[in-house]
């Protein structure tokens, strides 16, 4: 660490009643925009240039302003195994070598934060989640590079890569900066492609006269108008925290005085909690797409209805779609959307055999995945299983309940329909403030002593949801649905399940329909039962069993 760098931020601490390391990442992330801006300007003929200030940057970070050498070594290591286990193990396995070396790497940085268990102590912990998410999709990446052309996605076209990197540009891609403690993550072309500045080349077709305007003979486009909207509007999520923080925090909800509110006020001091949590990272993640927006990584294109430069490549969160979301997939599949695009292309679909659609294993994999990835703590798996619940209810909610407010062919809401839209907002956000709550207490202890503080509300209406489920009220309101919608809306519904299934993953690696995925487990013994029998051989023995030998496999 520099000397005295850590006197002025010791006292701004002292005087708000912050952490001295939380303070300090909230300044290199504000500091990134101005160096964002020094990186843009230096020549795209040179990008060794460019590689050498970003190593710079991210060592002052790690070295200067945080005295994390041991950090700097855990990234090392990490790094340099990833890619010598891409240079040198020439295997179909070689992908999954990777995941596990870094996986594992990385549960090592998250049981010493769970044993020194100190917030507000910055580790290199958050780096790491996103090198794994970086360094895994490298190696996946390098593995499809040795396919026939053939043989890959249209995806896997995409990202490619031919022929390993130099070890400059390696470490610039694992250093990048502007990202580097809290993401956004990205795949090593997207930067081999804004380093070489071909991600700025216009596609055919694109009239030049519409390429978005650039400064001096720089291929980068101008960047500074959503680059500086992104950084207020990451600022004022943070001021709003720090405000909100001294209101709503973990401290008061396990203390006594919580006891001396009603009912309805504690489920509403719950909330407020999760939002004022939430608040912290729609700060944190705006701030760093900011600056890789200034940088120049965030283009994304031209808007053809706009004709404008998009600038959206590495949008990791959206609040407002996050606050009035009506489901658990759109309140998910909003928040941390990078670690979601991680899962679905490097997990969901790369433990899916080649022709077959994805299924329960592929949602096992991720569910696995999206859970070791976010630590050890009891309260990120109390989340992730009473979420998952939720993801169930919601799926059947949506079939069984939304259609009657649409008209009988599915195709235009009915005037009530606004009634259960707020309804449902009106659910999941309470379900999601409870369900969340373990994510930010971590302990088992703490996340059950508040649970039971507003009488476990919502795994009481879960158990009433499943008990509809598996009951004949799911029936009685399948045949009422046929016979108002006379089957209309039926193959509407088939076809748009079958897309979910088939082009979405699990949200945060959550199973979307562990129902359907049971069944499917179910028929792939039944199928096996009858292929046993019709060989002449035995087939006593009982699904329960078999199924279990299925899931014991995986």
């Not at 290199?28 to 050498?52: E, M």
């Not at 055999?353 to 990835?373: D, E, I, N, Y």
């Not at 945060?508 to 995925?517: H, I, K, S, V, W």
């Amino acid at each position: 660490m520099l000397p005295y760098i850590n006197t002025p931020f010791a006292y701004v601490a002292n005087a708000l009643g912050a952490s001295t390391d939380e303070l300090k990442l909230i300044f290199s992330f504000i500091l990134s925009y101005p160096l964002a801006a020094v990186l843009k300007r230096i020549p795209d003929k040179a990008p060794w240039q460019k590689n050498l200030f970003i190593i710079g940057v991210s060592l002052f970070y790690l070295v200067g302003l945080f005295d994390l050498w041991d950090g700097i070594r855990t990234l090392l290591w990490g790094s340099v195994g990833a890619y010598a286990i891409a240079a040198y193990i020439d295997s179909p396995f070689m992908p999954w070598i990777g995941f596990v070396f870094l996986m594992g790497h990385m549960s090592i940085g998250h049981i010493y934060r769970q044993i020194l268990n100190d917030p507000g102590v910055i580790d290199v912990t958050g780096a790491q989640m996103v090198l794994v998410m970086k360094l895994t999709a490298f190696c996946w990446n390098v593995h499809d590079g040795r396919l026939p052309e053939s043989e890959l996605s249209d995806f896997q076209k995409e990202r490619v890569i031919r022929e390993l990197p130099g070890l400059l540009d390696y470490a610039g891609y694992v250093l990048f900066f502007p990202s580097l403690f809290a993401g956004p993550a990205f795949d090593y072309v997207d930067y081999r492609h804004y380093i070489s500045t071909t991600m700025f080349q216009l596609p055919p077709g694109i009239d030049p006269s519409k390429a978005p305007p650039t400064r001096k003979k720089r291929k980068i486009p101008r960047s500074g108008t959503p680059a500086s909207w992104k950084a207020g509007y990451g600022l004022l999520w943070i001021f709003a925290f720090l405000q909100f923080s001294g209101w709503y925090y973990t401290d008061f909800l396990l203390g006594d005085d919580y006891m001396k509110y009603s009912f309805f006020r504690r489920v509403w001091i719950l909330h407020m909690l999760g939002l004022t949590t939430r608040m912290k990272y729609y700060g944190v993640w705006s701030l760093t797409e900011g600056a890789c927006i200034l940088s120049g990584i965030g283009y994304n294109g031209i808007d053809p209805k706009t004709s404008r430069a998009k600038w959206d490549r590495l949008q990791n969160v959206r609040p407002l779609a996050i606050e009035t979301a009506q489901n658990s997939r759109d309140y998910l599949g909003n928040w941390n959307i990078n670690a979601n695009h991680w899962l679905r292309n490097y997990v969901y679909l790369r433990v899916t055999p080649k022709g077959k659609k994805p299924g329960f294993r592929a949602s096992l994999a991720t569910f696995v995945t999206s859970a070791f990835w976010h630590g050890f703590y009891p309260g990120y798996y109390m989340t992730f299983v009473l979420a998952s619940l939720l993801q169930t209810i919601a799926k059947n909610g949506r079939r069984l309940l939304r259609p009657f407010f649409l008209t009988p062919d599915g195709v235009s809401p009915t005037p009530k329909k606004r009634y259960y839209d707020i309804f449902t907002t009106l659910v999941t956000q309470l379900a999601f403030s409870f369900t969340v709550a373990p994510f930010i207490f971590l302990t088992f202890s703490g996340s059950w002593l508040v649970w039971v503080r507003v009488y476990c509300y919502c795994l009481i209406g879960v158990a009433i949801c499943f008990g509809c489920i598996f009951s004949p009220v799911k029936q009685k309101l399948q045949i009422q649905l046929k016979k108002r919608n006379q089957g209309k809306i039926q193959e509407v519904v088939k076809e748009e399940q079958e897309k979910e299934r088939v082009q979405k993953a699990p949200t945060l690696g959550l199973p979307d329909d562990p129902e359907a995925e049971m069944e499917e487990i179910v028929a792939e013994v039944k199928k096996e039962m009858e292929a046993r029998k019709k060989r002449g051989g035995s087939v006593s023995f009982d699904i329960k069993k078999a199924v279990e030998e299925k899931l014991s496999k995986m």
